[in-house]
């Protein structure tokens, strides 16, 4: 892969059904020669590869799963370049804040990475109140974890919804 990797490019993501899940590089960790990268997913589905004039139009309320990956897939040709959004604007698409549960210690961790390296966390905090509906789980998949997990959001029935929408959090589960 000769093509410098950049926010703004969407590759396709194999799901072990068939089929590629566009995946929109919205942050890559600076200065790496095999970078972090953070991708947004979308309830969207290429089957035929260069088909991505489906997802030349997706915006910030479209996304269904946010990752935190490395560029392996990429750098082994696995996920397929399929476009660059030529209007892509990284203060357009902000990091969203992350949760991390330690259910030993008992309590939730909010965490915020910075808007340009998404390795980097600038801000941690206990969060009294389990406010975690809709946000993200704080952990790094490889490739393979990524594509299990679109494969099984994409077995699903009806629109796709995000892992942790689904899961609901019992204070129980801390006892």
């Known amino acids: 892969m000769s093509k410098k990797i950049a926010p703004g490019q969407i590759y396709g993501v194999p799901l072990k059904s068939g089929g590629y899940a566009p995946g929109l590089i919205t942050r890559v960790q600076p200065r790496s020669r095999m970078p972090g990268i953070m991708m947004c997913f979308f309830n969207r589905y290429i089957f035929n590869i260069p088909d991505a004039t489906d997802v030349m139009d997706v915006t910030l309320k479209d996304v269904t799963y946010i990752a935190m990956t490395g560029v392996l897939g990429i750098k082994k040709e696995r996920w397929p370049f399929l476009a ?3 209007k892509f604007k990284t203060e357009e698409w902000p990091a969203p804040p992350f949760f991390r549960i330690d259910v030993v210690r008992g309590f939730v961790t909010i965490v915020e990475f910075d808007n340009v390296d998404p390795t980097r966390r600038v801000r ?3 969060d009294s109140d389990f ?3 809709g946000l993200p789980m704080d952990c790094s998949s490889g490739p393979e974890g990524v594509e299990i997990e679109l494969t099984n959001l994409s077995r699903m029935h009806g629109p ?12 129980s589960m801390l006892k």
């Open 131 to 133: 406010a975690i509906d």
């Open 84 to 86: 660059e959004l030529k």
């Open 160 to 171: 796709i919804i995000p892992l942790w929408r689904r899961w609901k959090f019992d204070r």
């Open 124 to 126: 941690e905090w206990v």
